[in-house]
């Protein structure tokens, strides 16, 4: 497995995390007290996920997709179910090697486009190519980035 990402596993939606939902926007700017707008109670697993049954999650690690704010240490959220498209954010595996990038064309050839310039397109011709899902969402925490 190359060095791009770790498999974490399947979705288990058995197990239930509701936790509060704030029922308003909130302001980058003034403070607002959020007490008086708890509304109900969420779970990001049926909030996030449509297709639990074919959802995983997978650790990036390394730094070739930050442009598209995909952080060495992100939590993806990977559903099989999905029929890739272009511009999509996949995980596939190439030539037995795991890794995260987006399905683009290149002159009219399928490649895997990195979002870091220090890493070049994959071609995918001629290469033995399995789509292991679609991430559709990064989870990433806003504490201790690179400190």
């Known amino acids: 497995m190359s060095k791009d990402c770790i498999v974490l596993g399947l979705v288990d939606i058995s197990a239930k995390n509701h936790l509060p939902l704030v029922d308003t926007p909130v302001r980058a700017g003034f ?3 959020a007490d008086d707008y708890l509304e109900t109670k ?3 697993t049926e909030h ?9 999650y997978i650790k990036a690690v390394g730094d ?3 442009d598209y704010a995909i952080y060495s240490g992100d939590l993806l959220v990977v559903d099989r179910s999905l029929e890739p498209k272009l511009d999509d954010i996949v995980v596939a595996a190439v030539d037995g090697e795991l890794t ?4 683009g064309l290149i002159n009219g ?3 895997l486009l990195s979002g870091n310039e220090l890493y070049p397109p994959i071609p995918l011709t001629g290469k033995e190519v399995h789509i292991w899902g679609v991430v559709i969402h990064t989870i990433h925490s806003l504490r201790n980035r690179g400190h």
Not at 48 to 56: D, V
Not at 100 to 103: D, M, N, P, V
């Open 48 to 56: 996030l996920i449509k297709h639990p049954s074919a959802t995983y």
């Open 100 to 103: 995260c990038k987006c399905l």
């Open 109 to 111: 050839q399928h490649h």
């Open 42 to 44: 969420l779970d990001l």
């Open 64 to 66: 070739s997709m930050i």
């Open 31 to 33: 403070p607002s007290p």
